[in-house]
């Protein structure tokens, strides 16, 4: 049973930086794609950044290019989420998820294409 945990997030101002965790479990994960999502309140979760396990690829949305980086620790079974010049548009609850990567496609950015989901990590940014 694959568990993940998110962790990190709070109350930043604007400019500021934060970093969330991704605590994964249930699987050897090498062969998974991981995700972040955000949902904002009244608005659909949303693809945030991605990142293929075995290789280390990443692939991000076009608005937090540049400002968010995500990265993973084998040894730890850990998925972060670098979040630099955070914005107050960036507040939302922000989602760790996973998928098994079979190698067909490498951009998985749809809430639908993935099958396991934190609980979830709020974020919000002060103007």
């Known amino acids: 049973q694959v568990q993940l945990v998110e962790s990190g997030g709070g109350l930043v101002q604007a400019g500021g930086s934060l970093r969330l965790s991704c605590a994964a479990s249930?699987?050897?994960?090498?062969?998974?794609?991981m995700g972040w999502f955000r949902q904002a309140p009244g608005k659909e979760r949303e693809f945030v950044a991605a990142?293929?396990?075995?290789?280390?690829?990443?692939y991000y949305t076009d608005s937090v290019k540049g400002r968010f980086t995500i990265s993973r620790d084998n040894a730890k079974n850990m998925v972060y989420l670098q979040m630099n010049s955070l914005k107050p548009e960036d507040t939302a609850v922000y989602y760790c998820a996973a998928r098994f990567y079979s190698g067909i496609r490498s951009y998985y950015t749809a809430r639908s294409d993935y099958n396991y989901w934190g609980q979830g990590t709020q974020v919000t940014v002060s103007s």
């Open positions: 990142i293929i396990w075995s290789v280390g690829s990443t």
């Open positions: 249930g699987r050897t994960f090498s062969s998974y794609i």
